[in-house]
């Protein structure tokens, strides 16, 4: 697909694509989900803008924006299809000033455009699933990006006299955001936004998303010690003494997998987004996962990922007062 397809030039055409991407046996009512031809008008005529329909069950208008992300838009609907597929093909995220140059609107808008999708973006909930099962492989690993601006909550007082703080005056990763992220080898990935990585925290995630009959790879961090035992397998490579891989048999044991989601990340955050408030942290990693999930390497196109990203928008809602008052909360 390219730049200059008329679903991103033509305000008809883009409709009549996400029609057929929502809609592909016929208009459903969003409101009482009447599905009936026969019951479903289509409103024509000077008086009434182009894809409106009329429920004759419920007696209530609706078009192929409704009960979606896109719900309640001013902005052309070609410009919202040039937007999701420019976000969705971009491997390291497209920001919103890129947005707003490319399509022609404020850089307010494009920001509210952004969230938007990555809301669409977001694969959680009870029908994600588990990670992993028998015979599968999962890593785990955390990482520490961006300065905080919640403080950190710690289990106990520091109360050794002979401490003293690392890194230029910081004690490592105390003074930035928490990353945990999984990821199946030749599978998805799945990143979590955490005040605090602890043991139980970290537990948490671990049996919340990934099978116990899964054989977990991690380094030697004493976060995965314990909760490692839950799970068929647990094997780790000693990064504090420079392993990275090693073979045991047929297989290697190594990490490397889920540093190179974060590797995409980080590449990312740093040098497209350059900023990112800590309230919409998760929103973006939802961003990178949904990309990662569906990627050339698994030989999935850009359209394929486009029309992927547009079969979720339905059933999501995102006001710009809810995402504004979430950058003060």
């Given at each position: 697909m390219k730049l200059d397809s008329p679903i991103f030039t033509d305000v008809d055409a883009a409709r009549e694509h996400l029609e057929a991407q929502r809609w592909p046996h016929g208009p459903l009512c969003p409101h009482c989900g009447n599905c009936d031809p026969a019951r479903i008008r289509k409103m024509e005529g000077k008086a009434h803008r182009p894809g409106l329909y009329n429920c004759m069950e419920c007696r209530k208008q609706f078009s192929v924006t409704v009960g979606t992300v896109f719900e309640r838009s001013k902005i052309p609907l070609n410009k919202w299809l040039l937007a999701t597929f420019l976000m969705a093909s971009s491997k390291k995220g497209m920001s919103a000033h890129q947005l707003h140059r490319?399509?022609?609107?404020?850089?307010?808008?494009?920001w509210f455009m952004a969230h938007r999708i990555r809301e669409a973006m977001t694969e959680d909930g009870p029908d994600a699933g588990p990670m992993g099962g028998e015979g599968k492989t999962v890593e785990a690993d955390e990482m520490y990006h961006g300065k905080r601006e919640t403080p950190r909550e710690y289990a106990r007082p520091r109360a050794r006299k002979n401490w003293k703080p690392t890194k230029s005056g910081k004690a490592g990763g105390a003074q930035k955001r928490v990353i945990v992220g999984l990821v199946e080898r030749g599978g998805n990935t799945r990143m979590f936004h955490l005040n605090n990585a602890t043991k139980d925290s970290v537990r948490d995630i671990l049996v919340r998303n990934v099978s116990r009959d899964t054989t977990l790879y991690t380094d030697e961090s004493r976060l995965y010690k314990e909760t490692g035992k839950e799970f068929a397998a647990h094997r780790t490579v000693k990064h504090s003494a420079k392993e990275y891989a090693r073979r045991e048999g047929d297989v290697v044991v190594h990490s490397n997998t889920i540093e190179n989601v974060f590797s995409v990340f980080k590449r990312g955050m740093i040098g497209v987004y350059q900023h990112?408030?800590?309230?919409?942290?998760?929103?973006?990693?939802?961003?990178?996962?949904?990309?990662?999930?569906?990627r050339s390497a698994l030989k999935i196109t850009d359209s394929e990922r486009h029309d992927d990203l547009l079969s979720r928008i339905g059933g999501k809602r995102l006001t710009y007062r809810r995402i504004n008052e979430a950058s003060y909360a």
């Open positions: 490319m399509l022609g609107v404020t850089y307010k808008t494009a990112c408030g800590e309230a919409h942290l998760h929103r973006y990693l939802a961003e990178y996962g949904f990309r990662y999930n569906r």
